[in-house]
């Protein structure tokens, strides 16, 4: 899980998942480098993390313990006004502004997140808030994805007011539009089924862009939509891989045909005759469903032809180690670096990692260097 600051976007925070060394590493370069958050645990990992708009805050949301709270790098400390679990973001314009959900309630702290309060007007009977999207141009419009739906707030979460056309949504996210607003990007219910939709007018209407693509489990899929390209959505799968599209759509109907591309993610990895292959799909499939046939009037129904493409990982950047004799060693530039993929299924880059660390399982496609 990662997080940028809005104003200061080359501000990063990331998040690692193994107990037992400190999780947190901050960038300010856009990534090229990474330090540890030295006022870090050793024994939370995982979870959701948010980064202050001018990037002196860290808030934390692990995944074995309660929400917690760094400010100037100082050592993190309990929030205890936010239930354990929480989802959380925060505002990317206004640096005192932080948002957060648990069960059905909705909190927003005006204080840097040192504390919360609820703020439910709106949200009528939902029960679950899965995700929260802070919009990364306009201080205070943030949008709740929820059991019944996508909510939106103009007011930093003081009240909120329901977005037809879906339901049951998962994740969400905005990315850089062709017109005056951004786009909204949804895993939810809508006119075709469970599905990627877009919206490209504030959620008056939606355009399902997934088309004949799988994702994977919806709950499990992740989304970005990118700040520089205008109409370019990422998506990351349990198990499938990072997949991006590019397209522009206006007004509820896509204008261009989205990116398309033969290349295909690995299936398995064979080392000698032993082969690994990927997890069998199980149930609840982000998968295509047959059209409704009785649409909601605020989405659109008119086809697209979306394809999505696979992300594929640079290695050229990490020189592979060449073998003079049987003596030879692995060159400095075949390590993988701290916090850096070191195996995993389909890995085709360094399986070492530059002293002290070591490279530790995190699950069958990823390795990290720890």
Sequence with gaps: MTDYA??????????????????????????????????????QYGGAVAYSADADTILWSPSNSGVLRSQDQGTFTAVGSLPSGAVI??????????????GGAFYRSTDGGSSFSAATEGLGSVNSIRDIAAHPM???????STNSGLFRSIDYGVSFAKVA???????????????STWNV????????????????????S????????????LSGCRLAGSANVAGQ???????????????????????????TSTTVRPTSSTSGSATTSRPTPTEDFCEPEPTSSAAPSSI???????????????????????RTSSSATTTPAALAQHWGQCGGIGWNGPSQCISPWVCKFSNDWYSQCL
């Design 6 to 43: 809005g104003k200061k976007p080359a501000n990063i925070v990331r998040i690692g998942n193994s107990a037992g060394s400190q999780q947190v590493a901050m960038s300010t370069d856009g990534g090229a480098t990474w330090s540890v958050h030295r006022g870090a645990g050793t024994t």
């Design 89 to 102: 973001a925060a505002d990317k314009r206004n640096n005192t502004v932080f948002y957060a959900g648990g």
């Design 138 to 144: 306009i201080a205070g419009e943030v949008w709740a």
């Design 165 to 179: 056309g879906l339901n049951d949504t998962q994740h969400i996210a905005l990315g850089l539009g062709s017109g």
């Design 185 to 204: 990007y949804a895993l939810g219910r809508g006119a075709d089924g469970a599905k990627l939709y877009t919206s490209a007018d504030d959620g008056a």
């Design 206 to 217: 939606w355009v399902d862009i997934q088309g004949s693509q799988g994702f994977g489990a």
């Design 233 to 259: 959505v990422y998506v990351g799968t349990n198990g499938r891989g990072v997949l991006y599209a590019q397209g522009t759509v206006v007004g509820g109907s896509p204008t261009t045909t989205l990116a």
């Design 300 to 322: 659109s129904t008119a086809t697209t032809t979306t394809s999505f493409t696979t992300v594929t990982r640079t290695t050229s950047v990490l020189a592979s180690s060449t």
